[in-house]
Nanobody, 127 residues
Framework: QVQLVESGGGLVQAGGSLRLSCAAS????????MGWFRQGPGKEREFVAG???????????DYADSVKGRFTISGDNAKNMVYLQMNSLKPEDTAVYYC?????????????????WGQGTQVTVSS
């Protein structure tokens, strides 16, 4: 069982930055693939970024094309934390952002493959 708690959302102007954090419980944190997803008003939940540990402090990362070069996912295995650094934010990045964990350890872009979800944190980017 894994519990996820996101934080760091808020209101920011276009071009600004935010850093989201996801605190995970559970002693097998490093066996999970972790993902960030978002859901804007009237839209389906979409993949933003994900990571899979390949060592104690090394991981493979994947990004949606819409955020590549602007967002960076990172993790701290010792602290059971995952982060999403968001730079050059745009109004279209406005959404509720969710942290998710895949119990199978497989990094995918498909929400239904993730077993555990946080409650979400709102990110609003004003123009």
């Amino acid at each position: 069982q894994v519990q996820l708690v996101e934080s760091g959302g808020g209101l920011v102007q276009a071009g600004g930055s935010l850093r989201l954090s996801c605190a995970a419980s559970g002693r097998t944190f490093s066996t999970y693939a972790m993902g960030w997803f978002r859901q804007g008003p009237g839209k389906e939940r979409e993949f933003v970024a994900g990571m899979r540990w390949i060592g104690s402090s090394v991981y493979y990362a994947d990004y949606a094309d819409s955020v590549k070069g602007r967002f960076t996912i990172s993790g701290d295995n010792a602290k059971n934390m995952v982060y999403l650094q968001m730079n050059s934010l745009k109004p279209e990045d406005t959404a509720v952002y969710y942290c998710a964990a895949s119990g199978g350890g497989v990094l995918t872009r498909t929400p239904r493959t993730y077993t555990y979800w946080g409650q979400g944190t709102q990110v609003t980017v004003s123009s």
